[in-house]
T-cell receptor, first 113, second 115 residues
């Protein structure tokens, strides 16, 4: 089946620093989604990317859909304490028309005030 | 707009008991998903419905898991009998039908502990 490699697994940064995380896949995806999950909550959609090469921003977050359609990255600029959480990438493939999401294992972000 | 609702939020049962989870999707969302999220991992799809029909249940352990979506709105996921390895968070998500991919919105999840 499809697999996503998400890195880094965890990171500790100082407040105000920029953050970068990425996902790579062995398969082509039609859509890349980035989610954030806080403890005890469900994942919250941050950014959706639909075209290869697409660069999309949402406030301090910027994400790109790789040209090869096998990778994506998420950047967070000027991190703040509320950015703490687990960030998941998810790729959406054709999957017999089911648009199934395959998730990475997450990047756990810790922000030191 | 109200989000995806799930209940209960927490459940503790003994192995071999049965349990059921309920989900109410975002109004107007035709597609509903159930995911299992084991600690330290990303969510894994169990079953996908479009309206009240099953689109994909290839990863649902059908010997013990069942799900239904009556009338194409609310859905119930059942485990019978539960095993220790079923301890996880069960997430429900919903999405609209789009031509350019589905943005899935998640509920808060039900944390199941099997002892």
């Amino acid at each position: 089946g499809q697999q996503l490699n998400q890195s880094p697994q965890s990171m500790f940064i100082q407040e105000g620093e920029d953050v970068s995380m990425n996902c790579t896949s062995s398969s082509i995806f039609n859509t890349w989604l980035w989610y954030k999950q806080d403890p005890g909550e469900g994942p919250v959609l941050l950014i959706a990317l639909y075209k290869a090469g697409e660069l999309t921003s949402n406030g301090r977050l910027t994400a790109q859909f790789g040209i090869t359609r096998k990778d994506s990255f998420l950047n967070i600029s000027a991190s703040i304490p509320s950015d703490v959480g687990i960030y998941f990438c998810a790729g959406q493939g054709r999957g017999a028309g089911s648009y199934q999401l395959t998730f990475g294992k997450g990047t756990k972000l810790s922000v030191i005030p | 707009e109200a989000g995806v609702a799930q209940s209960p939020r927490y459940k503790i049962i003994e192995k071999r008991q049965s349990v059921a989870f309920w989900c109410n999707p975002i109004s107007g969302h035709a597609t509903l998903y159930w995911y299992q999220q084991i600690l330290g991992q990303g969510p894994k799809l169990l079953i996908q419905f479009q309206n009240n029909g099953v689109v994909d249940d290839s990863q649902l352990p059908k010997d013990r898991f069942s799900a239904e979506r009556l009338k194409g709105v609310d859905s119930t996921l059942k485990i019978q009998p539960a095993k220790l390895e079923d301890s996880a968070v069960y997430l429900c998500a919903s999405s609209q039908i789009r031509t350019s991919g589905y943005e899935q919105y998640f509920g808060p999840g039900t944390r199941l502990t099997v002892t």
